[in-house]
C-alpha cells in the first residue's frame, strides 16, 4: 500500500539551529514528492516539490530537500531556523502522470524558540 | 490570481443538520478534491473528482456526498452530520494549467456538537 511517514511528530529548535525532517515513502513506481508548510490558522503552502532532475530541491524561504530513490527519502532542511518557520510540515507523495491520489504524512510541529 | 476558495471557513452546527462547504476554483483545473486533517493523522482523501460528473471515494468517504456538475465547484454535502465529523476540511485543485502541484483552499473548520 502506499504510504508517507514522517519520523518527527514534534520537533523543538532554538533560532539559528539546523532543521532536519525526515520523510520516506512506499509507492510501487515513479513519483512526485512534495513538502507543504502549514502555519498556524492557516491553510497548506507549496514548500517545494521535485518530479524529475536534480535530486537537490530548493524552496521558498531558504528550504532544501533531497531526494533519495533507494532510501525512499525526501528530508526536507533548513541550515538556520527562524521563529517565523514555527509551523507544521506535512510530506506528500504521488505518482507521476496524471491524476493519481496525493498521499499525506501525518505532518511534523516544529516550534523555534527565540 | 489564482485561488481555490472554501465556505464557510468556520461553522458550529448541530448533530443531523445538513450542512454543504462549498469550494470553487478560478484555475479550469479538471481535478477537485476534499480533504480532512485531524490532529496526528495528517490530511486524509474524503472524495475526488476527476472532471465534471466523475466524481469517486477517496480513503474516508463515509457521512459524506460530493457533485460535480459545474468544473469550477466541487461542494461537500454533510447530509446527517456527526460528531466524528468535527475536523479541518480543505479543498484542493489541479489541472493541466498548473502541473502537477495541488493547490488548496483556506480550510473550512467544522464542529458538530
Known amino acids: 500500500a502506499q504510504s508517507v511517514s514522517q519520523h518527527n511528530h514534534h520537533v523543538i529548535l532554538s533560532e539559528a539551529a539546523s532543521l532536519e525532517l525526515g520523510c520516506n515513502y512506499s509507492y510501487g513506481g515513479t513519483v512526485n514528492l512534495f513538502w507543504y508548510v502549514q502555519y498556524p490558522g492557516q491553510h497548506l503552502q507549496l514548500l517545494l516539490k521535485y518530479f524529475s532532475g536534480d535530486p537537490l530541491v530548493k524552496g521558498i524561504k531558504g528550504f532544501e530537500a533531497e531526494f533519495i530513490k533507494s532510501k525512499f527519502s525526501f528530508n526536507l532542511r533548513k541550515p538556520s531556523v527562524q521563529w517565523s518557520d514555527t509551523a507544521e510540515y506535512f510530506c506528500a507523495v504521488n505518482g507521476s502522470g496524471g491524476y493519481n491520489k496525493l498521499i499525506f504524512g501525518a505532518g511534523t510541529r516544529l516550534a523555534v524558540h527565540p | 490570481e489564482a485561488q481555490v476558495t472554501q465556505n464557510p471557513r468556520y461553522l458550529i452546527t448541530v448533530t443531523g443538520k445538513k450542512l454543504t462547504v462549498t469550494c470553487s476554483q478560478n484555475?479550469?483545473?479538471?481535478?477537485m478534491s476534499w480533504y480532512r486533517q485531524d490532529p496526528g493523522l495528517g490530511l486524509r482523501q474524503i472524495y475526488y473528482?476527476?472532471?465534471?460528473?466523475?466524481?469517486d471515494k477517496g480513503d474516508v468517504p463515509e457521512g459524506y456526498k460530493v457533485s460535480r456538475k459545474e468544473k469550477r465547484n466541487f461542494p461537500l454535502i454533510l447530509e446527517s452530520p456527526s460528531p466524528n465529523q468535527t475536523s479541518l476540511y480543505f479543498c484542493?485543485?489541479?489541472?493541466?494549467?498548473?502541473?502537477?502541484?495541488?493547490?488548496f483552499g483556506e480550510g473550512s473548520w467544522l464542529t458538530v456538537v
Open positions: 484542493a485543485s489541479k489541472g493541466a494549467s498548473s502541473g502537477n502541484t495541488i493547490y
Open positions: 484555475m479550469n483545473h479538471e481535478y
Open positions: 473528482s476527476m472532471n465534471v460528473e466523475v466524481t
